[in-house]
């Protein structure tokens, strides 16, 4: 037989479609091509695969070999397609059986010495395979990723062991995942005092909205953004596989013991655009999609490029980001919550009762006008967080509610939206939120006196009744009240400032 048919994966953002390796031996001078579209490094794999051939003792065919990765107009990039092709080699020259190639799918890179080399975007790849019904045989260093998907995961350290599977003469061993190694994570027990911060922090969990923290240096706004991944409950398996999936293919490496954890993401303010939403000319994903189903914290918010924070404003609506590039493009999930902090003036003492603020009311102006009315339209809660005074900053002042107590009411809080609407009342659409979020005739009268005393815009108006929807949530009502609503109002602050500022 002089045609040999082995199953693989690609990689496209964060989906594996298959890939069908096809490898013939024909007459003519010794050669081997590889068409497909292949990128450089799949190329080169003729080199390595005739090598790590050779080292394992078999006979390298003295043919005009060609190897066809289907389908054509799909590009191939990395080494992950060296073990198929490999296998094609030894299956089209009839040293190893083809019958047992079409029960399971192949990824690995290959050494010259013929061990097999991890790959990135396995996990991705697992779950496709175990869609489709077949096993997956990976390199040993991919082991524990591929276990996550809990399908027929088999692993292999040379090319030798994966020919003696398909001869039947040994078994590969299993993928196991590893012990889960849950992190102590930060608790909100060490903030002291902020209590309209906390507060804050609180309804952000309970309704996945996005939060704005404003206050001098030094005064807790990132010690409060940390704590809100553990505010948040434990993420379901599919919420994890996503974003573990997404940490796969990002060429950053995924801890397998800790993909149930939520994300944190701070990148530094000096981080570009894209570096936020992802790119290359093999797109990965940015930070925004590494927050996916976590948190992502942008602290000194008016010291970013402007550019680099007006692309978050549709993958806030839309949680996808799409990257698109001249010879390809790739849509990645992000659905984070946003969290960003920053000072109230370029000293970062404007209101401080100290006084020692010297900023001109245009120098203040110009500062926040660095961050654009359209992307904090689209934070739900605004908050102050003010200087603290030293006493309660003593080590023996009683320390608030330890995370583990506000999660507990999140959690009931989440239940309630989850049972009404099926999803957070941050994204609620404008019907559902019409229908969810109905006010008294007074509530809707003063909710229209706040919009048009703030000039906000509709945004503005269905953000604020999301919240007071949360907050109804939070404290076990049915309706909407007066108290929820006018606390909701009450998040809008840097809608206040703006309104003082301009008189």
């Given at each position: 037989m002089?045609l040999?048919?082995?199953?693989?994966?690609?990689?496209?953002?964060?989906?594996?479609?298959?890939?069908?390796?096809?490898?013939?031996?024909?007459?003519?001078?010794?050669?081997?091509?590889?068409?497909?579209?292949?990128?450089?490094?799949?190329?080169?794999?003729?080199?390595?695969?005739?090598?790590?051939?050779?080292?394992?003792q078999f006979?390298?065919?003295?043919?005009?070999?060609?190897v066809?990765?289907?389908?054509a107009?799909?590009?191939?990039?990395?080494?992950?397609?060296?073990l198929?092709i490999?296998?094609?080699?030894?299956?089209a020259s009839g040293?190893?059986?083809?019958?047992?190639?079409?029960?399971?799918?192949?990824?690995?890179?290959l050494?010259?010495t013929?061990?097999?080399?991890?790959?990135?975007?396995v996990l991705?790849?697992?779950?496709?395979?175990?869609?489709?019904?077949?096993?997956?045989?990976?390199?040993?260093?991919?082991?524990?990723?591929?276990?996550l998907?809990?399908?027929?995961?088999?692993?292999?350290?040379?090319?030798l062991?994966?020919?003696?599977l398909?001869?039947?003469?040994?078994?590969?061993?299993?993928?196991?995942?590893?012990?889960?190694?849950?992190?102590?994570g930060?608790?909100?027990?060490?903030v002291?005092?902020?209590?309209?911060?906390?507060?804050?922090?609180?309804?952000?969990?309970?309704?996945?909205?996005?939060?704005?923290?404003?206050?001098?240096?030094?005064?807790?706004?990132?010690?409060?953004?940390?704590?809100?991944?553990?505010l948040?409950?434990?993420a379901?398996e599919a919420e994890a596989?996503?974003?573990?999936?997404?940490?796969?293919v990002?060429?950053?490496?995924?801890?397998?013991?800790?993909?149930?954890?939520?994300?944190?993401?701070?990148?530094?303010?000096?981080?570009?655009?894209?570096?936020?939403?992802?790119?290359?000319?093999?797109?990965?994903?940015?930070e925004?999609?590494l927050?996916?189903?976590?948190?992502?914290?942008?602290?000194e918010?008016?010291?970013?490029?402007?550019?680099?924070?007006?692309?978050?404003?549709?993958?806030?609506?839309?949680?996808?980001?799409?990257?698109?590039?001249?010879?390809?493009?790739?849509?990645?999930?992000?659905?984070?919550?946003?969290?960003?902090?920053?000072?109230?003036?370029?000293?970062?003492?404007?209101?401080?009762?100290?006084?020692?603020?010297?900023?001109s009311?245009?120098?203040?102006?110009?500062?926040r006008?660095?961050?654009?009315?359209?992307?904090?339209?689209?934070?739900?809660?605004?908050?102050e967080?003010?200087?603290?005074?030293?006493?309660?900053?003593?080590?023996?002042a009683?320390?608030?509610?330890?995370?583990?107590?506000?999660?507990e009411?999140?959690?009931?809080a989440?239940?309630?939206?989850?049972?009404?609407?099926?999803?957070l009342?941050?994204?609620?659409?404008?019907?559902?939120?019409q229908?969810?979020?109905?006010?008294?005739?007074a509530?809707?009268a003063?909710?229209?006196?706040?919009?048009?005393?703030?000039?906000?815009?509709?945004r503005?108006?269905?953000?604020?009744?999301?919240?007071?929807?949360t907050?109804?949530?939070?404290?076990?009502?049915?309706?909407?009240?007066?108290?929820?609503?006018t606390?909701a109002?009450?998040y809008?602050?840097?809608?206040?400032?703006?309104?003082?500022?301009?008189?």
């Amino acid at each position: 037989m002089n045609l040999a048919l082995v199953h693989s994966r690609a990689r496209t953002g964060v989906r594996a479609p298959a890939v069908r390796v096809e490898v013939h031996l024909g007459g003519g001078l010794p050669s081997m091509s590889i068409v497909g579209l292949p990128e450089a490094a799949v190329r080169e794999a003729k080199d390595r695969v005739r090598a790590a051939i050779q080292c394992a003792q078999f006979e390298f065919p003295a043919r005009r070999i060609t190897v066809n990765l289907a389908p054509a107009d799909l590009p191939k990039d990395g080494g992950r397609f060296d073990l198929p092709i490999a296998l094609g080699v030894l299956a089209a020259s009839g040293q190893i059986p083809l019958e047992p190639l079409g029960r399971y799918e192949f990824l690995g890179e290959l050494a010259l010495t013929g061990e097999l080399r991890a790959v990135d975007g396995v996990l991705p790849a697992a779950l496709a395979a175990a869609e489709a019904g077949r096993g997956l045989v990976v390199p040993a260093g991919n082991g524990a990723e591929a276990a996550l998907a809990r399908g027929e995961a088999l692993t292999a350290r040379t090319l030798l062991e994966v020919c003696a599977l398909l001869d039947g003469r040994k078994r590969l061993p299993p993928a196991e995942a590893p012990p889960a190694r849950p992190g102590a994570g930060p608790d909100l027990a060490d903030v002291r005092g902020q209590a309209q911060a906390r507060r804050a922090l609180e309804i952000a969990a309970a309704g996945g909205h996005h939060l704005l923290l404003v206050g001098p240096p030094g005064c807790g706004k990132t010690l409060l953004a940390s704590r809100l991944p553990g505010l948040l409950p434990d993420a379901s398996e599919a919420e994890a596989l996503e974003t573990a999936a997404i940490a796969s293919v990002s060429g950053r490496g995924l801890d397998p013991a800790r993909w149930r954890e939520r994300p944190f993401r701070a990148p530094h303010h000096t981080a570009s655009a894209i570096a936020l939403v992802g790119g290359g000319a093999l797109p990965r994903p940015g930070e925004i999609s590494l927050a996916h189903h976590g948190v992502l914290f942008l602290d000194e918010l008016p010291e970013w490029d402007r550019r680099a924070l007006e692309v978050l404003r549709e993958p806030l609506e839309s949680g996808v980001v799409t990257v698109s590039r001249a010879a390809r493009s790739a849509e990645f999930p992000a659905r984070f919550q946003l969290v960003a902090a920053m000072n109230p003036c370029p000293c970062g003492w404007a209101g401080d009762a100290s006084a020692r603020c010297h900023c001109s009311p245009d120098t203040i102006r110009r500062y926040r006008a660095r961050v654009s009315g359209p992307l904090l339209d689209r934070i739900d809660l605004h908050v102050e967080v003010p200087r603290l005074p030293p006493a309660q900053l003593r080590p023996e002042a009683p320390p608030g509610e330890s995370s583990a107590q506000v999660r507990e009411r999140v959690a009931r809080a989440r239940e309630r939206q989850l049972a009404r609407a099926g999803c957070l009342n941050a994204r609620l659409d404008q019907a559902q939120t019409q229908s969810h979020c109905r006010l008294a005739p007074a509530d809707q009268a003063l909710l229209e006196r706040a919009v048009d005393a703030l000039q906000l815009s509709a945004r503005s108006l269905h953000r604020i009744l999301r919240v007071a929807r949360t907050i109804a949530d939070l404290a076990d009502e049915a309706q909407i009240h007066t108290a929820h609503l006018t606390e909701a109002i009450g998040y809008r602050r840097v809608d206040r400032g703006a309104q003082a500022q301009a008189a």
